[in-house]
Nanobody, 124 residues
Framework: QVQLVESGGGLVQTGGSLRLSCAAS????????MGWFRQAPGKEREFVAA????????YYSDFVKGRFTISRDNAKTTMYLQMSSLKPEDTAVYYC?????????????????WGRGAQVTVSS
């Protein structure tokens, strides 16, 4: 089993930056894709970004493309989400997720391991 722990959330002003981290432990060799999702109050959990763990191919949602960057460390145990030019509508709980399946990285049902989430609040 893989365990995921997010860190790095917080409060930032509009236009500011934050970096989220997701530390993976356990059977990390089984991970095929890791992703970030977010959920705002009263809304569905939505895809933000993902990375194929083996070749580093990345995917982004249209609303974060050019502002957010997903990356991982060389040991493939930590994933990052660098967020820049933050907007109030980026306010949400951000979740890290992992899957050993080969499927569409944008679909949350493809992921079978989730972290507890990190709150990101962007003030106007």
């Amino acid at each position: 089993q893989v365990q995921l722990v997010e860190s790095g959330g917080g409060l930032v002003q509009t236009g500011g930056s934050l970096r989220l981290s997701c530390a993976a432990s356990g059977r990390t060799f089984s991970v095929y894709t890791m992703g970030w999702f977010r959920q705002a109050p009263g809304k569905e959990r939505e895809f933000v970004a993902a990375s194929r763990w083996r070749d580093g191919e990345t995917y982004y949602s249209d609303f974060v493309k050019g502002r957010f960057t997903i990356s991982r460390d060389n040991a493939k145990t930590t994933m990052y989400l660098q967020m820049s030019s933050l907007k109030p509508e980026d306010t949400a709980v951000y979740y890290c997720a992992a899957t050993s399946l080969y499927g569409c990285p944008r679909v949350k049902n493809q992921y079978d391991v989730w972290g507890r989430g990190a709150q990101v609040t962007v003030s106007s």
